[in-house]
């Protein structure tokens, strides 16, 4: 599993956000472009659901693609409900 960082962007704006030069959890984010803001460890928070959906969506669609191309399983993908992130990473 490779350890890169990728820099903690806006949703909505695609931009790397802003934080002080050594951030702890209480440090406060921002978007340099739109202003939004939220405390370090929200954003963090929000990130890891963020991978966590993305990382859930693509076995979803790994496990659907082998069910489909092997006629003896089959398989139904949970339900799950789609959130709006306001940080997110490229993954």
């Not at 990130?47 to 191309?69: M, N, S, T, Y």
Request: glycine content about 4%; some cysteine; hydrophobic content about 35%.
């Amino acid at each position: 599993m490779s350890r890169d960082t990728q820099p903690i962007k806006c949703a909505r704006c695609k931009v790397a956000v802003e934080t002080v030069t050594k951030p702890n959890c209480e440090s406060i984010v921002t978007c340099p472009r739109c202003g939004l803001s939220d405390k370090l460890k929200n954003v963090e928070r929000e990130v890891a659901d963020f991978a966590a959906e993305h990382v859930a969506q693509q076995l979803d669609a790994a496990f659907k693609g082998i069910a489909r191309r092997n006629k003896a399983l089959t398989y139904t993908a949970g339900s799950r409900t789609k959130r709006r992130y306001r940080f997110i990473v490229d993954l």
